[in-house]
C-alpha cells in the first residue's frame, strides 16, 4: 500500500518561507509516475482545503488561486519525493498541511479535489505568526 511522509513544516515569521516534502513510498505493481500528488490544507475550524497537486508523470501542476505565485510544487523521480516549497508566507496560511496520492493522472483544478485521493499522510504543521 502506497504510504506518504510529510515533513518540513514549523513555525515561521510572515513573509518567510518554508519547504514541505512527502515521501512517497509502496508503489507496488505501479510505479511513481502513474500518481497524482496533492497538497491540502487544514486551519482549525475549517474544511480541508487543496492547495496544489501534480501529475507524476509529466510534471503538470495546477495551484488554488491563493498560493499561486507564492507556492511551488515539484517532485523529484529518483527518490519518490513531492515538494511544496512556500514563499510568502502569511498567517492565513496557517494550517496542518497533507499530501495524498491518487492513482489516476489528474489535471487541472480537478485534482485539489479532496475526494478523489485514496492515500493520505499524516499531516505536518505550518505556523505563520504576524
Known amino acids: 500500500e502506497v504510504q506518504l511522509v510529510e515533513s518540513g513544516g514549523g513555525l515561521v515569521q510572515a513573509g518567510g518561507s518554508l519547504r514541505l516534502s512527502c515521501a512517497a513510498s509502496?508503489?507496488?505493481?505501479?510505479?511513481?509516475?502513474?500518481?497524482?500528488i496533492g497538497w491540502f490544507r487544514q486551519a482549525p475550524g475549517k474544511e480541508r482545503e487543496g492547495v496544489s497537486c501534480i501529475r507524476s508523470n509529466d510534471g503538470i501542476t495546477y495551484y488554488v488561486h491563493s498560493v499561486k505565485d507564492r507556492f511551488t510544487i515539484s517532485n523529484d523521480y529518483a527518490t519518490n519525493t513531492v515538494y511544496l516549497q512556500m514563499f510568502s508566507l502569511k498567517p492565513e496560511d496557517t494550517a496542518v498541511y497533507y499530501c495524498?496520492?491518487?492513482?489516476?493522472?489528474?489535471?487541472?483544478?480537478?485534482?485539489?479535489?479532496?475526494?478523489?485521493?485514496?492515500?493520505w499522510g499524516q499531516g505536518t504543521q505550518v505556523t505563520v505568526s504576524p
Open positions: 495524498a496520492a491518487v492513482r489516476v493522472r489528474l489535471i487541472g483544478s480537478v485534482c485539489i479535489n479532496d475526494r478523489l485521493y485514496d492515500y
Open positions: 509502496g508503489f507496488t505493481g505501479f510505479t511513481f509516475d502513474d500518481y497524482s
